[in-house]
């Protein structure tokens, strides 16, 4: 259940990003609150895989992987509507194929990125990566640049329309930034699974 949750709310933020190309005020208070569904989603799946016990390693990965193509089918999308400069997509792509390549590398020797078998030893690493507050403010500020850059550009005019613009190009670049401070321990301690992957390919090949 908990991967069905996943995988449905990554077709369904390809849904919302196509119809923001249609603009009709309407059309984008239905994507606004697709975005909400989205994002709430996204909480959901780990509740239920907890609650259910149906927390693994595939669960995991999929969680992340269906998290990253969720982000970037919308950072890009931002960026072709013109809401956000090209070097955002640009940074968080990058990000994102760097850290998951290493964390492939970890869970190849039994680490994931998060929870018990986390691959983050240090504790600053743990805390930047792994914590719940790092987690969470990433999360919420992600949260509320999706859902309110849409907001901000429905096409008419409406009260406050200034200060969601406002609050959500905030949290756009706080996004940005947590995303890239986020990644660095992650690159930082991946040093030993590259040693760790040496002495197997030595030992497979004596």
């Given at each position: 259940m908990a991967?069905?949750?996943s995988i449905f709310r990554t077709i369904l933020s390809f849904i919302v990003v196509g119809?923001?190309?249609i603009e009709n005020d309407s059309v984008y208070i239905t994507a606004f609150i697709l975005t909400i569904i989205i994002?709430?989603?996204d909480g959901l799946d780990g509740y239920v895989a907890r609650k259910f016990n149906?927390?693994?390693k595939l669960g995991a990965v999929l969680d992340i992987l269906c998290d990253r193509i969720v982000e970037n089918v919308y950072w890009v999308s931002f960026s072709v509507l013109g809401w956000l400069p090209l070097w955002v997509p640009i940074v968080v792509l990058t990000r994102g194929i760097i850290t998951d390549g290493?964390?492939?590398l970890a869970l190849e020797q039994g680490y994931t990125a998060f929870g018990k078998?986390?691959?983050m030893e240090g504790k600053v690493g743990k805390f930047i990566v792994a914590s719940n507050f790092s987690r969470f403010s990433y999360a919420v500020f992600k949260a509320v640049a999706f859902a309110l850059l849409i907001a901000a550009h429905i096409p008419s005019e409406y009260e406050y329309k200034q200060i969601i613009s406002?609050?959500?190009y905030i949290s756009a670049y706080a996004s940005v930034f947590?995303?890239?401070i986020r990644g660095i321990p992650v690159i930082l301690e991946s040093k030993r699974f590259f040693a760790e992957s040496d002495k197997w390919i030595k030992k497979v090949s004596e």
């Open positions: 991967n069905f949750i119809i923001l190309f994002i709430w989603m149906e927390t693994s290493l964390r492939s078998t986390t691959m406002l609050i959500a947590f995303c890239v």
